[in-house]
C-alpha cells in the first residue's frame, strides 16, 4: 500500500478497535452512529440495563462485521485468494505477502491468518453477550428478546462456517467466558463446530421473520438462516436437508432474480429482491471516521480514485464464460474500457481487469470519506439459493427439478437473447453436475466462495495444483502460531505446517 493508504488503515481500523471497546454501535437498519460519549467509555456495570441497551449491543454485531478483518485483506486472503477467480493485483511490490496465499506459501506466522482469526472471534464475543445477557433484562420485551437472540445467533454461526471452512476445527466459545479457566480451550473437532453452526441456524430460522418493515431493512431474516442453513448442509454434503432449505426458502415467496444482473451489485439496488443476506455499510454525512468499510476501498481500480486495485480476476476465470454470457462484463472491469456507469479506465492503470462487483462509481467516491464506504457487501443472494437447489436436486437423482432452477439462473443471464447461453438439457448425472458447478463459477465469481467450493467438489488437487496446493494439507490454512502461543500450546497446528 501506499503511505497514505496505510495511514488511512491504521486510521480506521483503530477506530474500529475504539468502537469495539466502548461499544458504540451502528444502527445496521439506520445507518447513522450514536453520539460519542464524553469520556468514550461505556461501563459495563452500566450497561445491559435497558431496551435500549440490548438495542445498542445487537447494533453492534451489525456494525462491526464492516470492519477491517471482515471485509478486506484478512477475507481476501484466506477466502479468495486461493481460488483460480483472484490473484492478488495492485502495485507488484505492495502488499507482495498475499502472494503467499495465492500460491500457498504461507506459513503459520503470516499475519492475516491471525486477523482473519481475531475478526471472526470479535464478533462471536460480540454476539455472545448478547446471547449471554438478553434473558436477564427485564426491560426488555419477550418478543424483542426471540428475535434478538436469532440475529445474533445466526451471525455467530457465519463466524463459525467462516472459520470451520478455512481452518477445520476450532476453539468453540458459545459464550463469555466467566473466568481465566475458560480462555484457554482446546480445538473443538470440526463436526462439533459444523454441529454448533447447525444447532444455531435452526434456533434462528425458527424466530426471525420473514421480513421487516422498511425501518429495519437490512436485519437477519428466516431466509436468511434457512439459507445459510442449506449452504453449511452442501459443505457436509447432507443433500436432503439442501434440498429441503432451500426448498423453504423458495416457498416463502419474497425473493426473485433481480432482472440486471449488472445493476444488483450497484448501491442503489442494495437490499433488493435478490439479497437475502448483505453486510449493511453506510457513508455517513458528516463522519468520514465512522464511514469506514473499506471492502470497495481495496478492490477499487488502482491509479484512479476509487482505490487500491487488489482482489482483481485472473485470465482463467475470464475464459469461463461462455461466449456472449453478458456477466462477464457485469464481473470484470478491463483496462481501457469504460464502465455501464460512464467511468473511463485508463490504459495505464496497473492490473488488466478488476473486479466490478464491488465498484463504486467515481462519481459516488466523496472526499474525506472511504472510497466506496456505501457499498454492501452482499453474502448470500438469491441466485446461489437456486444453485445449491440444482445442486441438490442432481445428487438426489431429481433431474427435472434440477434442470428448472438451473435454468431460472442462466434465463434471468440470458435476458431476452436467445441467442446465447441455451437451456442446459443433459439428464446425464454427472454432465449436469459439472453444468452446475460452472454456473455457480460464473454466476457467483469474485464472491468469495469459489476457493471453497473446489476443496468440497474434491476438485482442489486438479484445479488448484498448479498454483501449489497439496492434497492433506491445503484443505485447510494453518493456525495462526501466535494463538498457539497464546494457548501455550493448547492448540494444535494443522498437518503439514
Known amino acids: 500500500m501506499k503511505k497514505t493508504d496505510k495511514n488511512k488503515f491504521r486510521a480506521v481500523k483503530s477506530g474500529t478497535l475504539i468502537m469495539l471497546s466502548t461499544m458504540l454501535l451502528l444502527s445496521a437498519c439506520k445507518k447513522s452512529f450514536l453520539e460519542l460519549p464524553k469520556e468514550g467509555e461505556v461501563q459495563s456495570s452500566n450497561f445491559w440495563t435497558s431496551a435500549a441497551d440490548a438495542d445498542k449491543a445487537v447494533s453492534s454485531i451489525y456494525s462491526n462485521l464492516r470492519s477491517w478483518d471482515q471485509v478486506a485483506f484478512s477475507p481476501i486472503a484466506i477466502e479468495s485468494l486461493g481460488a483460480d477467480d483472484a490473484e492478488k493485483g495492485s502495485d507488484a511490490s505492495d502488499a507482495s505477502f498475499l502472494n503467499m496465499y495465492d500460491n500457498f506459501s504461507v506459513t503459520s506466522t503470516q499475519d492475516q491468518l491471525g ?55 476450532v476453539p468453540l466459545r458459545l459464550h463469555v467466558p466467566l473466568d481465566q479457566n475458560e480462555y484457554n480451550i482446546p480445538r473443538a ?42 449452504k453449511v448442509a452442501m459443505y457436509r454434503k447432507n443433500w436432503a436437508d439442501v434440498k429441503s432449505y432451500t426448498d423453504q426458502v423458495i416457498a416463502l415467496g419474497v425473493y426473485s432474480l433481480y432482472p440486471n444482473y449488472e445493476k444488483m ?63 462477464l462484463n457485469a464481473t470484470v472491469i478491463f483496462r481501457g474500457t469504460t464502465t455501464v456507469e460512464g467511468d473511463a479506465v485508463p490504459s495505464t492503470v496497473p492490473n488488466p481487469m478488476y473486479n466490478y462487483k464491488s465498484y463504486v462509481p467515481f462519481s459516488q467516491i466523496i472526499t474525506g470519506y472511504t472510497e466506496g464506504c456505501q457499498q454492501n457487501v452482499r453474502v448470500i443472494r438469491y441466485a446461489d439459493v437456486l444453485l445449491m437447489n440444482a445442486e441438490a436436486n442432481n445428487e438426489l437423482g431429481n433431474t427435472t427439478p434440477a434442470l428448472a432452477a438451473l ?17 442446459v438439457t443433459t439428464t446425464d448425472k454427472t454432465a449436469l453436475r459439472n453444468a452446475i458447478w460452472h454456473e455457480r463459477r460464473v454466476e457467483l465469481a469474485m464472491e468469495f466462495d469459489r476457493y471453497f467450493d473446489v476443496i468440497r467438489q474434491g476438485r482442489a488437487a486438479t484445479v488448484f495444483g498448479p498454483k501449489g496446493w497439496q492434497a492433506n494439507k491445503n484443505e485447510v490454512w494453518p493456525i495462526p502460531q501466535t494463538e498457539i502461543d497464546l494457548s501455550n500450546n493448547v492448540l494444535t497446528q494443522n498437518p503439514g505446517y
Open 115 to 169: 486477523n482473519f482469526w481475531n475478526g471472526m472471534y470479535k464478533e462471536i464475543n460480540l454476539c455472545n453477550q448478547v446471547l449471554d445477557h438478553i434473558d436477564t433484562m427485564g426491560s426488555v420485551a419477550t418478543a424483542m428478546k426471540t428475535r434478538y437472540k436469532a440475529e445474533a445467533k445466526f451471525v455467530r454461526a457465519y463466524m463459525y462456517f467462516r472459520l470451520v471452512r478455512a481452518f477445520g476445527g
Open 189 to 230: 473437532s470440526a463436526d462439533d463446530v459444523w454441529n454448533a453452526i447447525e444447532a444455531d441456524l435452526n434456533d434462528a430460522a425458527a424466530a426471525l421473520p420473514v421480513a421487516y418493515s422498511a425501518g429495519d431493512i437490512g436485519r437477519i431474516t428466516k431466509g436468511g438462516a434457512l439459507s445459510l442453513h442449506a
Open 265 to 327: 451489485f450497484r448501491v442503489e439496488n442494495e437490499n433488493c429482491s435478490e439479497s437475502i443476506f448483505e453486510i449493511q455499510c453506510a457513508l455517513i454525512t458528516g463522519n468520514g471516521g465512522a464511514s469506514n468499510c473499506q471492502y470497495s476501498q481495496v478492490q477499487g481500480i488502482r491509479g484512479t480514485v476509487s482505490g487500491w486495485g487488489f482482489n482483481i480476476p485472473t485470465t482463467s476465470l475470464v475464459n469461463e464464460f461462455e461466449s456472449g454470457d453478458p456477466r
Open 407 to 423: 435454468e431460472l439462473v442462466r434465463a434471468r443471464a440470458r435476458a431476452g437473447n436467445s441467442g446465447i447461453l441455451p437451456a
